[in-house]
């Protein structure tokens, strides 16, 4: 038992990017985030025994993951997504690393629930049918719902370009 | 000139932020003592559903005897 706790850890270690990711794509709160974590490090840990090597782990662990948020996220009855979002009145509190991860987070922060886990899923580099069957959807709903975010993205784009250019000169004007 | 953003260029920026959380440290005592937890907790609740059917079961008897 104690090893196969020690080899649990192990897949989770070598996996917490992954996870701390999605944690932070659905819950804006640090204290969320962890409760998300330990969520689905539970999901996981009981699932742990049936898991079999014919998928890939990272492939599990995003199943179980994104199942997990998205039934807590349920559960909570709570409407995160969708809120207003400019990227000039939003603290993005996350990461700033280059202008497509503070991209990505915003048009992440702006999608529906379960659209967020398509575009994750999308970037990961699975395919529409993969995406459906790990989140038990139908292949047609994914391309819909991912077609949909496509047209949505050109809105993004825009409004994007022009907050920047905004804050690109407000900042030149700052500067002495 | 303004370049048209689409969602696969966003793919690098996902891998990015994956690695920025992958670097902090893993609490693993705290994820140990979850695990635990849970265990005893499950533990629990099974004593508890097995101490609730004996009762069952003992009333049942007792009330056949009328």
Known sequence: ?176 | MIKIMQIKDLKTAWKQLQVVNDLQPLETDEILLLLDKNESLSKLRTQRVFAQIIVFVVLTILCQGG
Not at chain 1, 112 to 128: C, F, P, Q
Request: glycine share 2%.
């Open chain 1, 1 to 176: 038992m104690k090893s196969k706790k020690h080899q649990f850890i192990k897949v989770i270690d070598r996996n917490k990017g992954i996870m701390r990711s999605l944690c932070q794509v659905y819950y804006a709160d640090a204290e969320d985030q962890k409760d998300a974590f330990q969520d689905i490090v539970l999901q996981l840990w009981k699932s742990f025994e049936t898991y079999r090597e014919e998928a890939k782990i990272s492939t599990w662990i995003y199943r179980v993951s994104l199942n997990t948020i998205l039934s807590k996220k349920r559960k909570e009855k709570k409407s995160v997504a969708a809120v207003q979002l400019s990227p000039l009145h939003q603290n993005i509190s996350m990461a700033r690393a280059d202008d497509h991860t503070e991209l990505l987070q915003l048009i992440l922060q702006s999608l529906k629930d379960i659209d967020k886990a398509i575009v994750v899923l999308y970037l990961e580099g699975y395919r529409h049918k993969e995406i459906a069957e790990m989140l038990e959807m139908t292949p047609t709903n994914v391309t819909t719902r991912f077609n949909r975010i496509k047209t949505r993205l050109s809105g993004w784009n825009s409004e994007w370009n022009s907050n920047k250019k905004l804050n690109d000169q407000n900042h030149a004007n700052k500067r002495p």
